[in-house]
């Protein structure tokens, strides 16, 4: 087991949601989502020191999946995954040293790819209440 002082690891559902808005309404809702709904969470859980962080990676997670929502599906989620399994890494590496990223890593690609799945399972489901409930010419066409 690899001992990594003052390391704690936060694991959260949240993803499949910052993918949902993502993929729904495009890249602005997706950044904001991501970043300002993910460092207020960090913020009001007691990991102060990562909402910074957390406002950068998770809003590029967003706005990636967003951008790319038209594109491949699989495709995008995977951009959007490693978007973010690379920056949380890179920040625990550089705020805890090197043996703190394989424990990252593993953590983020266990957290994606729930928030994935949970994404692509609950899409169709959203899509079709979206569209029985916006103003008629307001349909979401993502």
């Known amino acids: 087991m690899c001992q990594c002082p003052g390391f704690s690891i936060y694991f959260n559902l949240g993803e499949g949601i910052i993918y949902i808005i993502a993929l729904t309404w495009g890249s602005r809702y997706g950044a904001m989502c991501g970043g300002l709904g993910a460092s207020l969470t960090n913020l009001l859980l007691g990991y102060p020191l990562w909402a910074p962080f957390t406002l950068a990676i998770k809003g590029a997670e967003g706005f990636v999946v967003g951008h790319f929502a038209r594109k491949n ?14 920056g949380y890494a890179a920040m625990a590496g550089l705020l805890y040293g090197p043996k703190a990223i394989p424990i ?5 690609v266990a957290q994606t790819g729930i928030g994935a799945v949970l994404a692509v399972a609950a899409m169709p489901i959203l899509r079709k ?3 029985r409930y916006s103003p008629p010419g307001k349909q979401q066409n993502r």
């Open 129 to 131: 209440a979206i569209g």
């Open 73 to 86: 599906r699989n495709l995008t989620l995977l951009a959007g995954t490693s978007v973010m399994i690379t």
């Open 104 to 108: 990252e890593i593993a953590t983020d």
